[in-house]
């Protein structure tokens, strides 16, 4: 019996010995391993002016002590020239020792204290105007905060503040607080009446980055809705005015695989956005509205870029003038007028290849031509509106882009759309920013 025991234990030891030295031949392995592995020892980044590096180092996945990876330093630098500061960005490797390296990362910024200067006439041809400031590396920090005021015949306002790595490098906030008054045109079946239009909100929004290119928003928008009757035709079944308390439930989901080159855009993008609009009324039921947009960029040798954009969306499909989706000169179709029909469904496809015809230091000049297409759904019809012939549309032109690459967003375009359908309906179109 002892017998056995001292068996079972001098069995028991030989095997704790076994384990024993494998463990430590396991952890020399590794230790000799992570020695031949290529370490950053120093990260630098350098270029800053008006931004704060810890921003920059807080927001860079590479760091100091992790293991040098190519990937990783070009996924930050596509994180960087998406940043509204920065109109460049680029790195360099320098080895400081054996199997240790240093990473410098050049930056260019760009200036983001933005003025907002637009003038235009009503449908009363008056002299309508907006004014606004906006930076857009508020206190250095790559936040955007700044506010508007218009004048279009009514007063209107808007303060917007925005910071998507307020917390850490994944997670931010947005406020925006809006009093907009405008003159809108409601269609209805037997003509069309104007109506003075109030939205006064107050919107929070939640943003987190789940990875490189995936992001999410979740916010909620309280806000009061009015209409006031001005002239048009008028009817029993048509409301000479609404006053109604509303909130919404907003969700937003991005995938950006985007790369900036100054200038020139390639690689795709795809935004989501589902809201449903609750009104503190039993007039109005709940509302349901959705959209996405697909981005499809591609460079076209050294000067050119092609550049798409179909967006899809529905929405709850009632009978009403008060449709979401606008058929605007400003939003979907160049040449077709501003606010000319609204829908309850959207499909919209633009494509447009931009040329640099002229670069000259951080000033560059654009030629364009560009396709706009869509189609409706006409509020309470049903899916086979979007083929039916009166409800779709095709624009074409031309157009000038006048570019400041060191200015966040410095581009002043101007479009000529002219209607290949029927040939009615053509204009020129003025903006800040590329079209899409």
């Not at 994944?170 to 939205?199: C, M, R």
């Not at 919107?203 to 209409?227: I, P, R, S, V």
């Not at 956005?273 to 981005?295: C, L, T």
């Not at 000169?329 to 040449?335: D, S, Y």
């Amino acid at each position: 019996m002892c017998h056995e025991k001292s068996c079972c234990f001098y069995i028991f030891f030989l095997m704790l010995k076994k384990v024993t030295i494998l463990f430590y031949l396991l952890v020399f392995l590794t230790t000799f391993i992570v020695a031949q592995e290529n370490n950053i020892v120093y990260v630098k980044v350098k270029g800053l002016k008006k931004t704060k590096t810890s921003v920059i180092e807080n927001f860079l996945l590479t760091k100091e002590g992790s293991v040098l990876d190519s990937i990783v330093l070009k996924d930050d630098v596509k994180r960087l020239k998406k940043l509204p500061a920065i109109s460049h960005a680029y790195y360099q490797v320098f080895k400081a020792s054996k199997n240790t390296y240093n990473i410098f990362f050049q930056i260019e910024e760009n200036k983001t204290l933005i003025p907002v200067v637009n003038f235009w006439t009503t449908t009363n041809k008056q002299f309508a105007y907006k004014i606004g400031l906006y930076d857009h590396n508020f206190l250095g920090r790559n936040m955007t905060f700044g506010g508007f005021y218009q004048n279009n015949e009514y007063n209107s306002y808007g303060i917007n503040f925005r910071a998507p790595y307020l917390f850490s490098n994944k997670f931010g906030l947005a406020v925006n607080h809006t009093n907009w008054i405008s003159e809108e045109p409601l269609y209805f079946d037997n003509g069309s009446a104007n109506y003075k239009y109030q939205n006064i909100s107050f919107e929070t929004m939640l943003m987190y980055e789940l990875n490189f290119k995936n992001h999410l928003e979740f916010g909620l928008n309280f806000f009061k809705e009015k209409y006031n009757y001005k002239n048009g035709i008028r009817s029993a079944t048509i409301p000479q005015e609404l006053n109604i308390n509303k909130f919404l439930i907003k969700a937003v989901y991005l995938y950006d695989n985007l790369d900036y080159f100054y200038q020139y855009i390639s690689g795709f993008k795809n935004e989501l956005y589902v809201q449903m609009v609750i009104p503190k009324s039993n007039s109005q039921n709940d509302f349901f509205i959705a959209w996405n947009d697909f981005f499809y960029f591609k460079r076209i040798g050294e000067k050119g870029n092609w550049a798409n954009r179909l967006r899809v969306g529905l929405s709850t499909n009632t009978k009403s003038p008060f449709a979401p989706f606008a058929l605007d000169n400003n939003v979907n179709l160049r040449g077709v007028g501003i606010l000319v029909d609204r829908g309850t469904g959207s499909i919209v496809y633009n494509s447009e290849y931009r040329h640099t015809i002229l670069e000259k230091g951080s000033f560059v000049i654009q030629s364009n031509l560009f396709i706009d297409a869509g189609t409706w759904r006409n509020p309470g019809g049903s899916l086979s509106d979007f083929t039916k012939k009166k409800y779709m549309k095709l624009f074409s032109g031309i157009g000038l882009r006048i570019i400041n690459k060191k200015i966040f967003n410095a581009i002043f375009r101007i479009d000529y759309g002219y209607e290949l359908t029927n040939g009615k309906g053509k204009g020129l179109v003025f903006g800040i920013g590329q079209y899409f």
